[in-house]
């Protein structure tokens, strides 16, 4: 860890400059947003980090809650291989698929969520899952921010609006709101047990994001859509651009939540320490 | 009857005399739902046909609050004489207690609208261009998706600091799907157009009943006994 973080900041650093010159000088200019859709290297690449790390919070609850519990477990474990299994055939069997997505993209979704939540099964222990979902919901709501603050300043000069309620940009705002909660939750819990309260919002949260979406994208479509530029193609000279932001972020994102989650671990053991001496030295202790 | 059945029915019996008698939580949520109707009434002074177009959305906000000052005392109740504590360590299932909870919630909310109703008729001036019979399912359906999630979250928010600030904290983003069901059903109905319908709603609201109360269920036990 002490040689290893260092070197992975360095690394990260040249990697963040590296896409920025990408983003800025190399990336061709939009033809009819002109340099103002440069902000887009920067807005999709937090979006996707943010959305994928409230992902793992999401995994890490659900392993933390049903870990209490041996039959949950076992459930747990055959239901996430069935949605593996049925992604991976799904996509192929359904015709036809939502446009944008092919049976490819569904299969390795479906993938990476079986290797997410086993991988997190395997390695982190009860008490690591609870500071996995900790770590990766403060630094979520940090990145959601970016998207939510970088969203009107690019929509300003390109719809002449800052703010629509169109179904992403609603559904971002109420996960952005949710997590925000979940954080306000932990922070005011006087329970011994906030990890089990906050694991129960985060299901809740989980439960939540499909019917929000859902339920603004019924109610904005009977409304004139607003001027959206959804769909078409990219340039592929833009998604290569985009692609090595995005790794950009994900090397910070991962780097953060590292050294955060390392910071967590350390709390929690000195506050562990101190408490079994107090335990054990019942005098020698008072502070 | 079985026994977790015979455990809810008690409890809600006694949650029920309990507020015959006191009548905490009925009077302050009129009293807070009667003065977002007035105060809403003097700001906006809306005429018959705009009325119509903001009836739902203030119907359902002015509820929703007023349902928050319940849910605040659901729990808090339970706090004096360690009653709650006692119900932890009886063998009697936890999903007992949070059902009757949250039906004494949905039998209370359902009086203060039952009352509230024809005042915001009255000062609204709102009659239904649509079929008006549909409110009803909308209205049971929306109470109850409110109710059974301000239900748990009040239990959640038992165990931290301002824990009446806290609720709506944790109820809010999770109820908007709701409640832009509740609002635009409500909006569809009054309007009346017939182009449009609000048979979408209402099953996106049976929707989100039918997730959250087997999510509630599914995790009630754990957060009960979250000390």
Same mark, same amino acid.
């Given at each position: 860890?002490?040689?290893?973080?260092?070197?992975?900041?360095?690394?990260?650093?040249?990697?963040?400059?590296?896409?920025?010159?990408?983003?800025?000088?190399?990336?061709?200019?939009?033809?009819?947003?002109?340099?103002?859709?440069?902000?887009?290297?920067?807005?999709?690449?937090?979006?996707?980090?943010?959305?994928?790390?409230?992902?793992?919070?999401?995994?890490?609850?659900?392993?933390?809650?049903?870990?209490?519990?041996?039959?949950?477990?076992?459930?747990?474990?055959?239901?996430?291989?069935?949605?593996?299994?049925?992604?991976?055939?799904?996509?192929?069997?359904?015709?036809?698929?939502?446009?944008?997505?092919?049976?490819?993209?569904?299969?390795?979704?479906?993938?990476?969520?079986?290797?997410?939540?086993?991988?997190?099964?395997?390695?982190?222990?009860?008490?690591?899952?609870?500071?996995?979902?900790?770590?990766?919901?403060?630094?979520?709501?940090?990145?959601?921010?970016?998207?939510?603050?970088?969203?009107?300043?690019?929509?300003?000069?390109?719809?002449?609006?800052?703010?629509?309620?169109?179904?992403?940009?609603?559904?971002?705002?109420?996960?952005?709101?949710?997590?925000?909660?979940?954080?306000?939750?932990?922070?005011?819990?006087?329970?011994?047990?906030?990890?089990?309260?906050?694991?129960?919002?985060?299901?809740?949260?989980?439960?939540?994001?499909?019917?929000?979406?859902?339920?603004?994208?019924?109610?904005?479509?009977?409304?004139?859509?607003?001027?959206?530029?959804?769909?078409?193609?990219?340039?592929?000279?833009?998604?290569?651009?985009?692609?090595?932001?995005?790794?950009?972020?994900?090397?910070?994102?991962?780097?953060?939540?590292?050294?955060?989650?390392?910071?967590?671990?350390?709390?929690?053991?000195?506050?562990?320490?101190?408490?079994?001496?107090?335990?054990?030295?019942?005098?020698?202790?008072?502070? | 009857?079985?026994?977790?059945?015979?455990?809810?029915?008690?409890?809600?019996?006694?949650?029920?005399?309990?507020?015959?008698?006191?009548?905490?939580?009925?009077?302050?949520?009129?009293?807070?739902?009667?003065?977002?109707?007035?105060?809403?009434?003097?700001?906006?002074?809306? *005429? &018959?046909?705009?009325?119509?177009?903001?009836? =739902?959305?203030? $119907?359902? +906000? #002015?509820? @929703?609050? /007023?349902?928050?000052?319940?849910?605040?005392?659901?729990?808090?109740?339970?706090?004096?004489?360690?009653?709650?504590?006692?119900?932890?360590?009886?063998?009697?299932?936890? *999903? &007992?207690?949070?059902?009757?909870?949250?039906? =004494?919630?949905? $039998?209370? +909310? #359902?009086? @203060?609208? /039952?009352?509230?109703?024809?005042?915001?008729?009255?000062?609204?001036?709102?009659?239904?261009?649509?079929?008006?019979?549909?409110?009803?399912?909308?209205?049971?359906?929306?109470?109850?998706?409110?109710?059974?999630?301000?239900?748990?979250?009040?239990?959640?928010?038992?165990?931290?600091?301002?824990?009446?600030?806290?609720?709506?904290?944790?109820?809010?983003?999770?109820?908007?799907?709701?409640?832009?069901?509740?609002?635009?059903?409500?909006?569809?109905?009054?309007?009346?157009?017939?182009?449009?319908?609000?048979?979408?709603?209402?099953?996106?609201?049976?929707?989100?009943?039918?997730?959250?109360?087997?999510?509630?269920?599914?995790?009630?036990?754990?957060?009960?006994?979250?000390?």
């Amino acid at each position: 860890m002490k040689k290893t973080f260092p070197i992975l900041g360095l690394l990260t650093a040249a990697l963040l400059s590296y896409a920025l010159y990408e983003a800025v000088v190399v990336a061709p200019r939009e033809q009819t947003m002109g340099d103002v859709q440069r902000i887009f290297y920067y807005h999709v690449p937090s979006a996707w980090t943010a959305f994928l790390l409230f992902f793992i919070n999401f995994v890490a609850s659900v392993q933390y809650l049903v870990r209490r519990n041996p039959p949950a477990d076992k459930i747990a474990n055959w239901v996430v291989i069935a949605i593996g299994v049925l992604t991976c055939v799904g996509g192929y069997v359904i015709k036809p698929l939502p446009q944008g997505m092919y049976p490819s993209s569904v299969a390795t979704t479906g993938l990476a969520i079986v290797g997410i939540y086993f991988l997190i099964r395997k390695y982190f222990s009860d008490q690591e899952t609870d500071i996995l979902a900790l770590t990766t919901a403060e630094v979520g709501v940090v990145f959601c921010t970016v998207v939510l603050v970088t969203g009107p300043l690019w929509a300003r000069p390109v719809w002449g609006i800052w703010w629509t309620w169109d179904v992403r940009l609603t559904s971002t705002l109420v996960l952005w709101l949710i997590y925000v909660s979940y954080l306000v939750l932990r922070r005011f819990s006087t329970s011994g047990q906030t990890p089990v309260l906050a694991a129960a919002l985060a299901v809740f949260g989980a439960l939540d994001v499909p019917l929000v979406y859902f339920s603004i994208w019924f109610f904005r479509t009977q409304h004139p859509q607003p001027v959206i530029g959804g769909g078409g193609s990219i340039d592929p000279r833009m998604l290569h651009v985009l692609l090595i932001n995005w790794l950009a972020f994900l090397c910070f994102a991962f780097l953060v939540c590292w050294s955060r989650y390392r910071l967590e671990r350390l709390q929690r053991d000195v506050e562990e320490t101190l408490a079994l001496e107090a335990l054990l030295e019942p005098r020698s202790n008072v502070r | 009857m079985s026994a977790p059945a015979g455990i809810t029915l008690v409890t809600l019996t006694k949650d029920i005399r309990l507020e015959w008698r006191s009548k905490d939580a009925i009077n302050s949520m009129l009293f807070f739902a009667l003065l977002v109707v007035v105060v809403f009434s003097f700001s906006f002074d809306p *005429n &018959a046909e705009e009325s119509r177009l903001i009836a =739902g959305g203030l $119907i359902w +906000v #002015a509820f @929703l609050f /007023a349902a928050v000052v319940a849910l605040n005392q659901t729990w808090a109740r339970e706090l004096r004489n360690q009653v709650l504590d006692a119900y932890r360590v009886s063998p009697a299932p936890a *999903n &007992a207690l949070f059902l009757a909870k949250a039906v =004494g919630n949905f $039998i209370f +909310v #359902a009086i @203060l609208e /039952a009352l509230m109703t024809p005042l915001f008729i009255m000062f609204y001036k709102l009659r239904a261009l649509g079929p008006a019979w549909q409110l009803l399912p909308v209205a049971i359906l929306g109470t109850w998706a409110i109710v059974v999630n301000g239900t748990f979250f009040a239990a959640m928010s038992l165990r931290t600091r301002s824990r009446e600030i806290m609720l709506p904290l944790l109820l809010f983003p999770i109820t908007l799907p709701a409640l832009i069901s509740l609002v635009e059903a409500t909006t569809t109905i009054l309007l009346g157009d017939p182009s449009t319908s609000a048979k979408f709603w209402i099953v996106l609201l049976a929707t989100y009943d039918v997730v959250f109360t087997t999510g509630c269920l599914a995790l009630f036990e754990t957060v009960l006994h979250a000390e």
